[in-house]
T-cell receptor, first 112, second 112 residues
Framework: DAKTTQPTSMDCAEGRAANLPCNHS???????VYWYRQIHSQGPQYIIH???NNETNEMASLIITEDRKSSTLILPHATLRDTAVYYC?????????????FGEGTQLTVNP | EADIYQTPRYLVIGTGKKITLECSQT?????MYWYQQDPGMELHLIHY???????EKGDLSSESTVSRIRTEHFPLTLESARPSHTSQYLC???????????FGQGTRLTVV
């Protein structure tokens, strides 16, 4: 699985958009970009994933650059409950034997 | 709502005791994972399984062992607990579509 690079920490004001970047310059053609978050010490929660097109669901939007070497997770209206560690993972969806590993992630703090 | 359960949620045990942490899922997922995480630190993959009778070691060396005799059950055993095993242990599962991993609530283990 391709390696990802994320900033260690970010701050965001409540009600504003939170834009979390992720670099994955060695991504392969069959690898997807997944985002998870971990609130306090709960188990990580899946947010969204995408291959090359931008994706949106009820939680967030995922913007993937045309060369697929980087992506941005967007929380459009951040709330205090969005304070968490956000993990960007690159993984081949069809590879049943692929282990699921998490890096250090980005600690997002939403301030009142 | 994810149907993956870990027991116990909290466990305090003496050094040298044998313990088994339970993880069960009712989603029929073939892939299951165990992670170890200290407070404020990274999630480390310690064991994973692709299906019944398949187990693999993860990225972080662990003295624990696992078994996968049934699809829904993936217990983790420590033959002789030590204070260095004090940590949170998180279990996860993923289906054949490889889309989303579901996590249990975790077991906080303290070895005294």
């Amino acid at each position: 699985d391709a390696k990802t690079t994320q900033p260690t920490s970010m701050d965001c004001a409540e009600g504003r958009a939170a834009n979390l970047p992720c670099n994955h310059s060695t991504i392969s053609g069959n690898e997807y970009v997944y985002w998870y978050r971990q609130i306090h010490s709960q188990g990580p929660q899946y947010i969204i994933h995408g291959l090359k097109n931008n994706e949106t669901n009820e939680m967030a939007s995922l913007i993937i650059t045309e060369d697929r070497k980087s992506s941005t997770l967007i929380l459009p209206h951040a709330t205090l409950r969005d304070t968490a560690v956000y993990y960007c993972i690159v993984r081949a969806k069809e590879t049943s034997g692929s282990r699921l590993t998490f890096g250090e992630g980005t600690q997002l703090t939403v301030n009142p | 709502e994810a149907d993956i359960y870990q027991t116990p949620r909290y466990l305090v045990i003496g050094t040298g005791k044998k313990i088994t942490l339970e993880c069960s899922q009712t989603m029929g997922h073939d892939k299951m994972y165990w992670y170890q995480q200290d407070p404020g630190m990274e999630l480390h993959l310690i064991h994973y399984s692709y299906g019944v009778n398949s187990t693999e070691k993860g990225d972080l060396s662990s003295e624990s062992t696992v078994s996968r005799i049934r699809t829904e059950h993936f217990p983790l055993t420590l033959e002789s607990a030590r204070p260095s095993h004090t940590s949170q242990y998180l279990c996860a599962s993923m289906g054949s579509a490889n889309t989303e991993a579901f996590f249990g609530q975790g077991t906080r283990l303290t070895v005294v």
